[in-house]
């Protein structure tokens, strides 16, 4: 396992001590999505003058231009409209690493490249399966979309449902309370009625008296009664006190 030292000193000396190889992977480039479409086995590639890149790091961020010059010693490319104002108000170009751009559009003029990046393009049938398993994916896709809207659709009823439920508790609740308020409103009127029947009648019955109290008649003395007796007999006549007289 090789082992890179992190200072910038040897850095510096094992970049400028570079094989070739090295130095071409170091000047690659990622390329844009619609050439990674239309080249799906490259994904980067060494970085040439004339292609036409997109800057995507920096203050030139956005900047899509042609490349002017290419520096492999030192690892970095110059686009156009990319400079910089010196003290002395002298304009320089602006270098920039070819990691923080993207290749846009590739310069084709050398059959050697053009070969390689035919090599890169998947054949007929790569792109028939290709196409097969796109198509596969979206009909996927559009089963789980559909799955998804069944089941939010289910979601959405059992709420509409539990709402409904809940609406129609509330109303039979209502209803009870109206008929227990009905109820006690019914026994309250009763008894208005017979406090005011019960008040009719006294209004209409006569005001009788209290009959008083008479007392007793005192019973007479025994012996008026005998007295009386007596003198009802006639003269001489000795009425007999006893039963040994009487016999």
Do not use: C
Request: overall charge positive.
């Amino acid at each position: 396992m090789k082992h890179y030292s992190t200072q910038p000193r040897k850095q510096r000396l094992f970049g400028y001590n570079r094989n070739a190889h090295d130095r071409s992977r170091a000047m690659s480039a990622h390329l844009s999505d619609e050439l990674l479409k239309e080249y799906s086995r490259t994904r980067s590639l060494t970085v040439r003058k004339g292609d036409t890149v997109k800057v995507v790091r920096g203050a030139f961020k956005g900047q899509v231009a042609k490349v002017i010059k290419v520096f492999p010693r030192k690892g970095m490319i110059s686009i156009e409209e990319a400079t910089l104002t010196k003290a002395d108000n002298k304009k320089v170009a602006r270098l920039f690493r070819p990691s923080k751009v993207i290749l846009t559009k590739l310069d084709l003029s050398d059959p050697w490249r053009r070969e390689k990046l035919q090599r890169g393009k998947p054949s007929p049938a790569e792109e028939k399966r290709e196409e097969r398993a796109e198509k596969a994916a979206e009909k996927e896709a559009k089963e789980e979309r559909a799955a998804e809207k069944e089941a939010e659709n289910e979601l959405k009823a059992a709420e509409k449902a539990e709402k409904a439920a809940d609406r129609e508790e509330k109303a039979a609740e209502k209803a009870e309370k109206a008929a227990d308020k009905a109820e006690k409103a019914a026994v309250k009127q009763l008894k208005v009625e017979e406090k005011a029947e019960k008040a009719a009648v006294k209004a209409e019955a006569p005001h009788e008296k209290k009959p008083e109290h008479k007392e007793a008649p005192k019973p007479e003395h025994k012996d008026a009664p005998k007295a009386e007796h007596h003198e009802a007999h006639a003269p001489g006549h000795k009425p007999s006190h006893s039963k040994e007289e009487s016999k």
